[in-house]
Antibody, heavy 118, light 108 residues
């Protein structure tokens, strides 16, 4: 079955960096755009970034542009989110999600928690 | 960016009740709307897309409607497992993809 599994979360100090991974299985990874979405504790959902299926299109939310970088390795069936210059406002659960047949998200991974704290 | 406003923010209903959640967009989104259900500690799950199309495997008690800027999610005969938070999302004018603030549903 289609499955997405995030990893790489943890506790990091303000100004630090972290790289998240999203391992995909059960589908042809190279055919799909992949997204990252975050959810701050007790808050709603915020789209973060997307990378097209062929790597030609990268888009970011204003809140992370210039600090976060999305990438993919189709040989590893994995999407990555490199997060630099982290601030406390970046504390959240980070989910990866696959683009659906149209531009909705389906499915989602289980999420990985990033905590930015001194 | 397109803003989505959901109402109500929370509700409490009994098993068997009919529940309706509204999502209003700041501009027309031509039915490019998805609904997700998130249970506590879990990832969101797609329920409907294109405003009214039921995702495979989702119970038929869930339905969606609307047009232009106003959309609804209806749960016919609320079940105990329907607790959690429901989010709408627009994918008409992207990026960015935007979500409503969520509607928390409690089953009495």
């Amino acid at each position: 079955q289609v499955q997405l599994v995030e990893s790489g979360g943890g506790v990091v100090q303000p100004g630090g960096s972290l790289r998240l991974s999203c391992a995909a299985s059960g589908f042809i990874f190279s055919n799909y755009a992949m997204h990252w979405v975050r959810q701050s504790p007790g808050k709603g959902l915020e789209w973060v970034a997307v990378l097209s299926y062929d790597g030609s299109g990268k888009y970011y939310a204003d809140s992370v542009r210039g600090r976060f970088s999305i990438s993919r390795d189709d040989s590893m069936n994995t999407s990555y989110l490199q997060m630099d210059s982290l601030s406390v406002e970046d504390t959240a659960i980070y989910y990866c999600a696959r683009k659906g047949r149209d531009n909705y998200f389906d499915p989602w991974g289980q999420g990985t928690l990033v905590t930015v704290s001194s | 960016d397109i803003q989505l406003t959901q109402s109500p923010s929370s509700l409490s209903a009994s098993v068997g009740d009919r529940v309706t959640i509204t999502c209003r967009a700041s501009q027309g989104i031509s039915n490019s709307l998805a609904w997700y259900h998130q249970k506590p500690g879990k990832a969101p799950k797609l329920l409907l897309y294109a405003a009214s199309r039921l995702q495979s495997g989702v119970p038929s008690r869930f339905s969606g409607g609307g047009a232009g800027t106003d959309y609804t999610l209806t749960i016919n005969s609320l079940q105990p497992e329907d607790f959690g938070t429901f989010y709408c999302q627009q994918y008409y004018d992207i990026p960015p993809w935007t979500f409503g603030q969520g509607t928390k549903v409690e089953v009495k």
